[in-house]
Structures are given as C-alpha cells and as structure tokens.
C-alpha cells in the first residue's frame, strides 16, 4: 500500500464548476498536509499547507483535512482553464515528506 | 521566497554517457534536495545536498550512479552516470520554503535516454 494515494484523473471540467481533489494517506504521525500545483514543463509550486485536521481557504481555494479517516481535500471554487494543471498532495511528519502521484485537471472554457 | 534556476531544462542522451544537471538558488541555503518524477509517479527524494559534506542518499539510489556536488551554499549539481532508458525522467531541485512545511522547486530537468 502506498503512503498516499491519489486518483491520477484526469479529471475534466466545465469553467465554473467546483473541483474537488482528493488523497488518502496511510501514516497516523503525519502532521502537516500540502498541495502543489505543477503546469506543464514546469516544477511544483506549494499551492497551500494546513496542520493536522480542519479546513484552510485562501481565495477560491479549500484545503481539507479528516485526520480521523486519513483523508485530504482540495477544493476549487468558480474553476478557471489557468486551473488546469496537475495537482499533487503531500504530507509529512517530520523531516520526511511523501507526495502523491498527482491528478491531472483540465478546466474547459 | 526563494528562486532556483536549473538547467539544462531537457536533454536527449545516449545511453551510457553521463548528464549533470546545474541548480541554482539566489539565496543561501543549508540543504537542497533532489527529486525524481517519472511518469504517473510520485516525486522521489533522490538525496539531500549539505554544503561541506556528503550527500545523503536515500534507499535505492547510490553516489555512483547520482553523484551530487555542493560547493556553496546557492549552488548543486546533480549527475545522472551511465544513463539507460530507464533513468528517462524529470529531475528536479529544491529547497526548502521560508515556513520550512513546503519545497520550493525548480523548473526541472527533462531526460530522456537513448
């Protein structure tokens, strides 16, 4: 079993529509819960972090966290074409850090 | 946060031959990471470069094969020795972000192996 798991998608989209992004990871210890954002020929860029359970928005943008059932959300409001790109999860617990494979979203104009 | 320039940003190799990749960093830092990302895989930690010392390696890569140059504190190298289709890949460079939860990555570095 994977540390975590992510559906690689695609994923595709009408512009406007909510998007919803989803991990699960399987180590208890970790803490910290990321997401990255990787356009094509070009390297992931940290798109938001939480610590441990709770929701974190910042603009159209939900991060979710479900310790209890080892779940991580990512959610996208009013969904863009500039939102298309890979979407990677990552967790950590300390100086380790697990990605997952990463989904791939197409937002249609 | 910080800004890495990596290069060369892709290279097509004949296999057996050798590529080093060149990362970059406008400000020093004391670690700089190197990944992997194969297709419809994760990011894999390659090593980690400390200036002043050897790298440390992760389980399944060797100095061999990855060997890894450190100079300074804005500067790494890393080197992709006797290449086979297999080692086809984007390889990328990193440090940590100011909040030390996240990576700042670079562009990366397209192979493919011949």
């Known amino acids: 079993q994977k540390e975590v798991e992510q559906d690689p998608g695609p994923l595709s989209v009408p512009e406007g529509a909510i998007v919803s992004l989803n991990c699960t990871y399987s180590n208890s210890a970790f803490q910290y819960f990321m997401w990255y954002r990787q356009y094509s020929r070009k390297g992931p860029e940290l798109l938001m972090y939480t610590y441990s359970s709770g929701n974190k928005e910042d603009g159209r943008f939900t991060a979710q966290v479900d310790k209890s059932s080892k779940y991580i959300s990512l959610f996208i409001r009013d969904s863009q074409p500039s939102d298309s790109a890979t979407y990677l999860c990552a967790t950590t617990g300390g100086f380790k850090t697990i990605f997952g494979a990463g989904t791939r979203l197409f937002v249609k104009a | 946060s910080a800004v890495i320039s990596q290069k060369p940003s892709r290279d097509i190799c004949q296999r057996g031959t050798s590529l080093t990749i060149q990362c970059q960093v406008d400000?020093?830092?004391?670690?700089m990471f190197w990944y992997r990302q194969q297709p419809g895989q994760s990011l894999t930690l390659i090593a980690t470069?400390?200036?002043?010392?050897?790298?440390?390696?992760e389980s399944g890569f060797v100095i061999d094969k990855f060997p890894i140059s450190r100079p300074n504190l804005t500067f790494s190298t890393l080197t992709v020795s006797n290449m086979s289709p297999e080692d086809s890949s984007i390889y990328l460079c990193?440090?940590?972000?100011?909040?030390?939860?996240?990576?700042?990555f670079g562009s990366g570095t397209r192979l493919t192996v011949v």
């Open positions: 990193s440090v940590r972000t100011d909040t030390n939860y996240g990576y700042t």
């Open positions: 470069a400390n200036q002043g010392s050897e790298a440390t390696y």
């Open positions: 400000s020093q830092v004391t670690m």
